[in-house]
């Protein structure tokens, strides 16, 4: 049982660049979260969605985008990288209380 | 609005010792509260929950933690710990029952322990 699956694991972005983090999970779970976490600062939640088509800025989304076109994938797009979303990055999914959370990616914006 | 406090970044303890995790929220309504562990390198995990009933809920790895409404706490409580426990420990807060899909699963900073032999 995969769960919750992150990719890629690492990446180094040069200012302005963009790139997409992908998130699939396999456990047929509605609701599913983009989360960065920062040394000593816990996690912040970036967008979240409750099923399929929908979506909605959670504390942190500016600088980020996000699509949900099925329930498996919750792909998250950074458009212009800036060095403040030097981050790791984690995808969670639940059912309802319980997060399952991926292992994350780290992303350096140099 | 609702917040988490962890009250200590850092706890060092030695193998088989007890340890107490400490965390207070604010909140004007009924809460529900997590704790979920981060092994180095990893996702979270959760470790237990409180959602109603007993306030004190019993998890994974011989974790407990205890629900006290009044002081606003749930601290997170291990009688004997093991090197293996070494992790970082969030404590969570949500105002709803189903939070997280609301999308208000609030994550305090979190408690790095350590555990020396």
């Known amino acids: 049982n995969a769960g919750v699956t992150q990719t890629p694991k690492f990446r180094i972005l040069k200012i302005g660049q963009s790139m997409t983090l992908q998130c699939t999970q396999d456990?047929?779970?509605?609701?599913m979260y983009w989360y960065r976490q920062d040394p000593g600062m816990g996690l912040k939640l970036i967008y979240y969605s409750v099923g399929a088509g929908i979506t909605d800025k959670g504390e942190v989304p500016n600088g980020y985008n996000v699509s949900r076109s099925t329930t498996e994938d919750f792909p998250l797009r950074l458009e212009l990288a800036a060095p403040s979303q030097t981050s790791v990055y984690f995808c969670a999914s639940s059912t309802g209380t319980v997060l399952t959370f991926g292992s994350g990616t780290r992303l350096t914006v140099v | 609005a609702q917040s988490v406090t962890q009250l200590d970044s850092q706890v060092p303890v030695f193998e088989e010792a007890p340890v107490e995790l400490r965390c207070n929220y604010s909140?004007?309504?009924?809460?529900?509260l997590f704790w979920y562990v981060q092994y180095p390198n990893q996702g979270l995990q959760l470790l237990l929950k409180?959602?109603?009933?007993?306030?004190l809920v019993k998890g994974i790895n011989g974790f407990e933690a205890e629900f006290n409404k009044s002081q606003t706490s749930f601290h997170l409580r291990k009688p004997s710990v093991h090197i293996s426990d070494t992790a970082e420990y969030f404590c969570?807060?949500?105002?709803?029952?189903?939070?997280?899909?609301?999308?208000?699963?609030?994550f305090g900073k979190g408690t790095k322990l350590s555990v020396k032999p």
């Open positions: 969570a807060v949500t105002e709803g029952k189903y939070g997280g899909s609301q999308g208000n699963l609030i």
């Open positions: 409180y959602l109603s009933g007993s306030t």
């Open positions: 909140s004007s309504v009924s809460v529900y």
């Open positions: 456990m047929n779970h509605n609701y």
